[in-house]
């Protein structure tokens, strides 16, 4: 399918860049359209008191939760949410941050997104998605992310510019890993080996390329890609670094570390 490269302009304004195929550009408009909190809906507002009298427990009028202000009935969950389930503490609330930090005690339970990558809030979108899938959708929530009268936040605005990002970074990384696919690896006690091959990184090519360190600046990584042997225009880019002791157009190398 033909590639191409595209400005999608979110209902935020935000404007989302993708490197991408047609058929993935439509998905996204839909998904973005259906996540985005500018459409319009005529569901119930509640503050956080009338919320947490939805936590399950005995007495309680039912079982809810929040992600990101949008509050769902998750009844059928009473396996996970309700009392003695594992995933109880999101019960009542609206605790959007430990879904991507995996803090559930009471200091890591809060809507805050302040400080969270633009990946993490991409992998908290995922969870909003699944409850928009999996559960009905019951109300807003009156507080960080809503205004009393129903209208998203500037707090909300903020997620949204992140999540632009976050998708940003993720159509980037998964271009990058194409056009440079992974070396196969193996380690022992003596040491390491990465090498190429036609199908290293799951990318099935006609080349399999020579293997190179390759730096990422935004999480200070580095990772092991095979590029194109012999292309000097690559070989040079600051990004990209030979192996110590490895000859420049060996398809193998012997590592130490990565
Ligand atoms: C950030 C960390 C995590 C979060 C936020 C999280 C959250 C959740 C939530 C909300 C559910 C219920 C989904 C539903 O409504 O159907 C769930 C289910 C489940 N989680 Fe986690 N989880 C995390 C990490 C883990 C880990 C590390 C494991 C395994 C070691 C795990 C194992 C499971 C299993 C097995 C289920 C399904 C249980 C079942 O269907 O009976 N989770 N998780």
């Known amino acids: 399918m033909a590639r191409c490269l595209i400005a999608v302009a979110a209902a935020s304004a935000a404007v989302l860049l993708a490197v991408c195929d047609l058929d993935a550009v439509i998905a996204h408009l839909l998904a973005l359209s259906a996540i985005f909190s500018s459409s319009p809906d ?61 803090d559930f005690t009471e200091g ?15 992998a908290l979108y995922d969870w909003l998605s699944f409850y928009q899938r999996d ?15 129903g209208k998203p936040t500037e707090a909300l605005r903020q997620v949204e510019a992140a999540l632009a990002r976050g998708l940003e970074l993720k159509a980037e ?43 990422n ?13 012999g292309n000097p225009e690559l070989s040079a880019s600051a990004a990209l670094q030979e192996y110590e002791g490895c000859p420049p157009l060996a398809e193998s190398c012997t590592v130490h570390s990565f």
């Not at 959708?137 to 507080?143: A, K, N, S, Y």
């Not at 690896?185 to 190179?212: I, N």
């Open 135 to 149: 559960y009905r959708p019951v109300g807003r929530l009156i507080g960080r992310y809503y205004s009393d009268t």
């Open 217 to 229: 600046a935004g999480s200070r990584s580095i990772r092991c890609v095979c590029v194109p042997g």
């Open 42 to 102: 005529a569901l119930p507002l509640l503050n956080q008191q009338d919320l947490s009298r939805y936590d399950g427990e005995v007495g309680s009028q039912g079982l809810y939760l929040s992600v990101l202000g949008q509050v769902f009935d998750v009844s059928k969950g009473r396996r996970h949410y309700g009392p003695g389930g594992a995933y109880h503490f999101f019960a009542g609330r609206d605790a959007s941050r430990a879904f991507v930090t995996g």
């Open 173 to 215: 990384a998964e271009a990058d890993s194409k056009r440079f696919p992974s070396c196969n690896s193996e380690w022992s006690a003596a040491g390491g080996r990465v090498w190429c091959s036609e199908k290293s990184g799951g990318v099935q090519r006609p080349w399999a390329g020579v293997p190179r360190k390759m730096f």
């Open 108 to 122: 890591g339970l809060m809507d805050d997104l302040s400080g969270l990558s633009p990946s993490q809030v991409v």
